[in-house]
C-alpha cells in the first residue's frame, strides 16, 4: 500500500511565504509525475504546479513567477515553495503522486491536503 503524507501549510500575512512537503511512502516501485492542486471554498480543484521524473515543470499563470515545485527522488518526496503569497491563493493545498506500486500499473495517489491561509 501507498501513502502520501503532506505537512507545511499554515497561516500567512500577504508577501509571506510558505513550504509544503508531500513524502510518499509504502510500497514504491517508481515514481512519475509529482505535482499540487488546490481546491478553495466554492471552487473547483486546480491544478498549481507538476514536475515530471525528467525535471520538467508546469506552473498555473496564477503562481508563475511566485511557486516553486521541486523533488527528491531520493526522499520519494515533493515540495512547493511559495513566494509573494496572496489572500487568493487561500485554499486546501493537495499533492498528487502518479506511480507504481509494486508490481501494479501506474496509478494516482492524493494526499490528505493542507491548509494555506493568507490573510490580507
Not at 75 to 100: F, G, H, W
Request: net charge positive; charged share 20%; proline share 2%.
Amino acid at each position: 500500500q501507498v501513502h502520501l503524507v503532506e505537512s507545511g501549510g499554515g497561516l500567512v500575512q500577504a508577501g509571506g511565504s510558505l513550504r509544503l512537503s508531500c513524502e510518499a511512502a509504502g510500497r514504491i516501485f517508481s515514481i512519475n509525475v509529482m505535482g499540487w492542486f488546490r481546491q478553495a471554498p466554492g471552487k473547483q480543484r486546480e491544478l498549481v504546479a507538476t514536475m515530471s521524473s525528467a525535471g520538467s515543470t508546469s506552473y498555473a499563470d496564477s503562481v508563475k513567477g511566485r511557486f516553486a515545485i521541486s523533488r527528491d527522488n531520493d526522499k520519494n518526496t515533493v515540495y512547493l515553495q511559495m513566494n509573494s503569497l496572496k489572500p487568493e491563493d487561500t485554499a486546501l493545498y493537495y499533492c498528487n503522486i502518479k506511480l507504481r506500486s509494486g508490481m501494479l500499473p501506474s496509478d494516482s495517489y492524493w494526499g490528505q491536503g493542507t491548509q494555506v491561509t493568507v490573510s490580507s
